[in-house]
């Protein structure tokens, strides 16, 4: 009898253990799927204030181990997404995290596979007529074409960056798609080539390839060159009361002055949610610095009384990248919210990634719409500062006049994606990875700085989601 009340007991006891662990495990009811289902991993109390907290406290910073960013989950859990092959590394990261933020910190960790944006075979081959054009535009080009050894090259040296101060007869360096390290020539300093390339290959070896242009002329894009049309602006106005990345805005730079441009996306500054914009704006026929304080509308009209403002220029980064941060605050229903528009519809922002050279990246501007094209070249570019910035990017996506802002970023399929959304349904979810923000362009081509160099100068993280 004794035995059987033991018995009793303790199946009570394992009974009550077992529904206090799934209780637990269980996230709050959200009215999508159940993430639990598509996670490896979680640990700590779901907390969504606190893990906002962290995202504003230490941005990407943590992650630098991961092909992708982390971000706070709708259920209250500091999502790391990674991939199969970086399972190894999980340990490692949360004992980092918990170290920082304590052990009770909510961590959910997904195993997410990706694979590339399918693209119509004609817009393929159209771009790949585009690529061949801009390679072909050199002037001189020596030795072997190798990839790999002018991108570790270019790497080696980013902040010598075989640079200007040595050879200012350029105005840029960087390695490009079809395997030579590229200098950017004047015009006028064209008799100094054969001496330039010469003190290059006794560093590097007689067959190293390098290439040189006459330097292109980069026009920074501010207004657009049309007026909005009244059917424009309605158009902008009624698709949503929302604002992403890739809206229309107007920015009132003084009393009479506005330029148009376009929302990068949206962004959190300690903890207030913001949105990313290019770092210049157009006044006459001079791009200056943008001025801390503009007012900033979205979706606009031409003129400040039409339009919603959504918040004011914060501050300008123009060191490593060209962009600036808006601060909230406006008087119309729209609000600030994750995602970029492409090919109108609303991508969520699934992460950010840094650019390669030979990746295929999308932008979406005011002026030009959504484009897509290779990325050609990565190297230095002076900026606004008069210093030379690093890592700039030229794509083969068309940009023009009002696409200044305008954000870079691949699309991708994500296999093994928690249903944060409602109506996603079963299958392929597509999603945006952020690469850049657009600030001018060169015979068509879009030249954009690198999420990184951009988050990191304006001390800004991208905002994952809409989380619902």
Partial sequence: MREKIKLGILTAVVALLALGLTAWAAPPPSGEADLADFDIYRTGTPDYDLVLRCCGEVGPLVLEQLRWAGGPRADGYYWLPIEENERDVVDDLIEELQQMMGEDFPIAVSVVETKPAPIGEAALAALEARVAEFLEARTYKIGTPNLDL?????????????????????????????????????????DAIHETVYELQQMMGDDFPVAVRIAPDIRRLGT?????TEDGIAA???????????HWTTIQTALFEYDRQTLAFAAVYGSEVGMVLSGHYTNDTNKVIMPVGARVYSPTSYYPFRTNQIGEIHHVACQNSEASYMSPGWSGPGRIKAGVLSYGSHLPVWSYKEPEVGDLVYKTGRTTGTTFGEILWI???YGLCDG?????????AGASGGDSGAPVYSIEWVDTWPELYAAVGSGALEVAVLKGVVWAEVGGYCIFSPIGLVLYDLDVWALPGPFG
Avoid at 156 to 167: G, I, N, Q, S
Avoid at 224 to 228: F, K, L, R, V
Avoid at 236 to 246: C, H, I, K, L, R
Wanted: glycine share 8%; charged share 30%.
């Fill in 379 to 381: 190297g230095g570019l």
């Fill in 150 to 190: 002018v991108r570790e090259l270019h790497k080696e040296y980013r902040e010598w960056r075989l640079d200007l101060k040595y050879w200012p007869e350029f105005v840029a360096t960087g390695y490009a798609l079809d395997g030579y390290y590229e200098l950017w020539m004047k015009d006028e300093n064209w």
């Fill in 236 to 246: 902008a106005t009624t698709e949503s009361s929302d604002v992403f990345g890739g």
């Fill in 388 to 396: 030379l910035m690093p890592d700039q990017c030229l794509a083969a």
């Fill in 224 to 228: 657009a060159a049309s007026a909005d």
